[in-house]
Every structure is written in structure tokens, then in C-alpha cells.
């Protein structure tokens, strides 16, 4: 099955710096990649994600990027603010079939006002 | 609101005991899965619903958990004869064209 890495589990960054979360995944089959973030007593949240037939994508302040032949993709989150602290899930998941997602263990990112 | 309603929020249950959890999509959803989140790890799948139909279990479903999809909408998840390791968020999400909407989740501690 489908295995995903995360790094690195904690993060702080100051107020307008940026941060990046590094993910790689094992199954060359995957071909979709969603970024949830967990606020403290919510369920995740889906903030942004690429297909497997786009390298980058961006909204507003988070851009997400892809390299199918490494196994790689990442979260970069520019202009850091307070309200981005939580913690940010990668995953992955084969389109078609059950459609079933395989999430990394989470980076707690703390943005320092 | 998320678009999934999760009861209870929260369950503190003696070891050995009975509990039943609900999950309810507020709009019609074909797919509904569980997943189960233990403190600093991600969401492990537990289960998969096409309308009422169990169409995938994970290992970490025991035979103490079962689960139902009764109409094709809402879903419980039980667990019997509870036991320390089974606290841990559990959560019911909904499959959209794709990725998932997720609950708020139901934290469950057994003592």
C-alpha cells in the first residue's frame, strides 16, 4: 500500500517568514495530493492540492509543488501569519477505485507573532 | 459546519464498555469513510462505504468494531468491549469529486 512521509514534525517560523513541509510518497500509481490543515478539536481541513499532471499550484499565500519522478511534493506557505498555526497533513491518493487517502503523521507548524 | 455532523464530540467510557458513534453527511454523498487518529499521528483509514455497501476494512478493525451504512446516509461505527488503545479521535468523512470533507470527529477515552 501506499506510504507517505512527512518532514519535519514541528516547525516554527517568526510572523512573515515562510515555511515549507517536505512529503514523499511510494506509490508511483498515486496521482493526487491534497494538504489538510488541523485547527486544535476539528476534524482536517482540505487547504489546497495538485493532480499529478501539474507541477505547481498556488493560492494566495500557499503553493504546493510536485515532482512525480522524485516522489516529492511540498507546502510552501509565504507571508506567515498567527492564524496559520495548526497542524498540516500531506497525502496521497489513486483516483478511481475507492479513492482511499494515505496521510503523513502531520508538521505542527507554530507562526511566532 | 463542515457538511458531516459527528456525535458525540466527546465519549469518556470505562474499559469493557459499549460505545456507538453517528456520522451524518448533510448533503447526499456516496462514499463515507472512517479513519482514526491517535495524538501526533495522521488519520489511518479504518473503513469504506459506496452508499450502504462495506466495501473495504482496514487491519485496525478488529472484530470488536463494526460499522453500518443502513440507508446509503448516515453511518455508526461501534465498538465493543472497549480497551485503553481504542482512544483516539475518530472521524467520518465524505468523498467530493476529489479529496475528502471531514468532521469534526468524536474523541473517544477509555479509562
Known amino acids: 500500500g501506499e506510504n507517505v512521509e512527512q518532514h519535519p514534525s514541528t516547525l516554527s517560523v517568526q510572523e512573515g517568514d515562510s515555511a515549507v513541509i517536505k512529503c514523499t510518497y511510494s506509490?508511483?500509481?498515486?496521482?493526487?495530493f491534497p494538504w489538510y490543515k488541523q485547527e486544535l478539536g476539528k476534524g482536517p481541513q482540505l487547504i489546497i492540492d495538485i493532480r499529478s499532471n501539474v507541477g505547481e499550484k498556488k493560492d494566495q499565500r500557499i503553493a504546493v509543488t510536485l515532482n512525480k519522478t522524485a516522489k516529492h511534493f511540498s507546502l510552501h506557505i509565504t507571508e506567515t501569519q498567527p492564524e496559520d498555526s495548526a497542524v498540516y497533513f500531506c497525502?496521497?491518493?489513486?483516483?478511481?477505485?475507492?479513492?482511499?487517502?494515505?496521510f503523513g503523521i502531520g508538521t505542527k507548524l507554530q507562526v511566532i507573532p | 459546519d463542515t457538511g458531516v455532523s459527528q456525535d458525540p464530540r466527546h465519549k469518556i467510557t470505562k474499559r469493557g464498555q459499549n460505545v456507538t458513534f453517528r456520522c451524518d453527511p448533510i448533503s447526499e454523498h456516496n462514499r463515507l469513510y472512517w479513519y482514526r487518529q491517535t495524538l501526533g499521528q495522521g488519520p489511518e483509514f479504518l473503513t469504506y462505504?459506496?452508499?450502504?455497501?462495506?466495501?473495504?476494512k482496514s487491519r485496525l478493525l478488529s472484530d470488536r468494531f463494526s460499522a453500518e451504512r443502513p440507508k446509503g446516509s448516515f453511518s455508526t461505527l461501534e465498538i465493543q468491549r472497549t480497551e485503553q488503545g481504542d482512544s483516539a479521535m475518530y472521524l467520518c468523512a465524505v468523498g467530493e469529486s476529489y479529496g475528502y470533507t471531514f468532521g469534526s470527529g468524536t474523541r473517544l477515552t477509555v479509562v
Open positions: 462505504f459506496q452508499n450502504e455497501a462495506q466495501l473495504e
Open positions: 497525502a496521497a491518493m489513486l483516483s478511481g477505485g475507492y479513492q482511499k487517502v494515505t
Open positions: 506509490d508511483s500509481a498515486s496521482n493526487y
